[in-house]
């Protein structure tokens, strides 16, 4: 972990920051960048429609197998015949998606910096399509299959250029709570999902799970279109080296001219840090797992094990497998009982904005992986003391589920990503961020493969049944060792100030290192507040004696 030691800091330009001078530029600055989280709707909608969907009565018949006896997953006590998918296809079904995704997130970075972020989204757009396309057309479960692993391709390479892109773009006065906007896309696609499933399930034919498929082609449409309205990452033109672009793409984005001193100032910034970071390495894969003075290998796995940690709260067994869960807890309607838990994600994730700055990062990761622990405990100890015996319980059951899901919105839901988009040094950035993506998606994978085998009952099946909440609960206590011992406090800080506070401290020491850094800079900037007002009291004075010394030629 990050330790002590004098590291070479990057320096910032000097010059004006751009802020905003009017409501429009305001506006226009926040909007285009948050437009982009219009790519977290499309994954939130992707991950989340599946756990409808096999659910669905005409699902399971076209896709599964009739079983006269009994269906393996009915709970109820007199055994009835039925159609189902068996554990194996039910798993190969909801996991593969992400199977798609990490390769796809890996491919992301390559993408996105050969073609550009928004011609890389463009090529994200069209494999989805495709994906979706051969998922509305299959009548077996090979092509389906087939058609979740194309739409994962697309999800994972849109899910590294997003909130790269967001970062890249964003101004800096609103990066946290734009890169957390993101999140907050993901849960509201999460919820379209479910309220889309809900809308079809009753349907008997192939609508029930066609329509609902089918939807995405429209967030699709909407994303790519409205990516080629916007301009393409400063970041990116810079790296380039096609600086006049640059300067008219933040000078887009700002809603001001090319020739404003806070563009010129902020474009100058931009190409010293990418001239000193690349003094440390080109920026390639390699550069990530170097052991160097600036920390890039204990960034790397601080960020991927940090997205490890995020899925290994088991927060999408509840996404994927709650309809079915919610069914075995026989405590009323399952699909709206989703419904709940999916308003429950999207409410509770903006405190967790809001908290974002305030709180702090290591304090949010740290306390809510206790909450998280703490409630599925409870819900473990309720599962193994009554079983699916008692509906009072199983209601208490849903509600702690509800309670936990609310901890996870409002904390690692969001956390996970800002921490991650912004650790990195520029020259590393796009590829490292990608290698965090893909390792939250390998455990997505994981652990959706493994938790019907885990849950279900049968030969080779662990039968777990909700005594699986004992895992959760001992990964979400881990989850708060870890984040106790590997998370630097960084928040309100520039992205060059993160830079050289992870070069310069330890987790455990980061929030009062974090906390003397603001206040020094606090002070940096009375100062200059008063230089620049002296200087332009000076700039003033100058004025006025030209003015008057060409009155009195004149006269
Ligand atoms: C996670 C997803 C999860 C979602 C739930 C995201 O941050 O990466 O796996 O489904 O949150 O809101």
């Known amino acids: 972990m990050p330790g002590g030691g004098v590291v070479p800091v990057l320096t910032t330009n000097a010059g004006p920051v751009i802020k905003p001078k009017t409501k429009k530029q305001a506006i226009r600055a926040v909007l285009a960048s948050s437009f982009m989280a219009m790519g977290g709707i499309l994954f939130g909608y992707d991950t989340g429609t599946i756990s409808g969907i096999i659910a669905m009565e005409k699902f399971k018949e076209d896709f599964g197998t009739y079983y006269p006896d009994n ?10 015949p039925g159609w189902s998918l068996s554990t194996g296809d039910t798993s190969l079904v909801v996991s593969i998606l992400s199977a798609g995704t990490f390769v796809g997130a890996l491919c992301g970075a390559p993408i996105a910096d050969t073609l550009g972020r928004r ?6 757009m069209v494999v989805f399509c495709v994906g979706v396309i051969l998922q509305l057309i299959a009548q077996a479960l090979p092509l389906f299959i087939v058609g ?3 739409a994962g391709l697309g999800v994972g390479i849109v899910s590294t250029i997003v909130p790269m892109f967001q970062a890249e773009t ?16 993901i849960t509201i696609g999460l919820l379209f999902a479910a309220l889309a499933n809900n809308g079809t399930k009753d349907r008997t034919d192939t609508g029930s799970y066609r329509i609902p498929i089918g939807v995405q082609l429209g967030f699709a449409l909407i994303l790519s279109f409205g990516t080629m309205l916007l301009p393409e990452s400063p970041r990116w033109f810079v790296k380039k080296g096609k600086i006049e672009q640059a300067a008219k793409s933040l000078a887009t984005l700002n809603a001001t001219d090319v020739d404003d001193a806070c563009v010129q100032a902020e474009l100058a910034d931009i190409r010293t840090n990418l001239e000193v970071e ?4 080109n920026g390639t894969y390699l550069d990530c797992f170097r052991n160097n003075d600036r920390k890039n290998l204990t960034r790397t796995l601080v960020g991927t094990w940090l997205q490890a940690w995020q899925q290994l709260t088991g927060i999408n067994f509840i996404f994927y497998y709650g309809t079915q869960f919610f069914n075995s807890t026989g405590a009323g309607d399952p699909f709206i009982f989703t419904i709940v838990s999916n308003v429950v994600n999207v409410v509770c994730t ?3 904005i809001w908290a974002m700055d305030r709180v702090g990062r290591r304090n949010i990761l740290v306390w809510g992986a206790v909450w998280m622990a703490i409630m599925e405990g409870i819900v473990a100890i309720i599962g193994t003391v009554f079983g699916n015996s008692n509906p009072a319980a199983q209601r208490g059951l849903v509600a702690l589920v509800c309670l936990y899901v609310g901890g996870f919105a409002s904390t690692w ?3 996970a990503w800002v921490v991650c988009g912004e650790i990195f040094p520029l020259a590393i950035r796009a590829k490292a961020l990608s290698l965090c993506t893909a390792s939250n998606w390998l455990w997505n994978f994981g652990i959706g493969y493994a938790t019907p085998y885990l849950v279900d009952s049968g030969p080779g099946k662990a039968g777990l049944g909700p005594k699986v909440f004992w895992i959760w609960t001992a990964t979400c206590a881990l989850s708060a060792v870890f984040a106790y011992f590997c998370i630097v406090e960084t928040k309100g800080l520039s992205l060059e100030e993160v830079d050289s506070l992870y070069c310069t401290t330890s987790p455990r020491l980061s929030a009062a290192a974090n906390r003397e850094m603001r206040a020094r800079r606090s002070d940096l900037e009375t100062v200059g507040a008063h230089m620049v007002s002296d200087e332009a009291a000076e700039a003033d004075a100058a004025k006025r004696d030209v003015e008057y010394e060409s009155k009195t030629v004149d006269a």
């Open 350 to 352: 903006v405190p967790g």
């Open 71 to 80: 269906v393996p997953t009915n709970t109820s006590p007199i055994p009835q």
């Open 148 to 150: 979740r692993v194309v």
């Open 413 to 415: 839901g969001p956390a």
């Open 278 to 281: 690349l003094t440390h390495g």
């Open 119 to 124: 011609w890389g989204l463009q090529v994200a």
């Open 170 to 185: 964003a101004p800096r006065w609103a990066r946290g709570a734009v890169t957390s906007g993101y999140q907050w896309a």
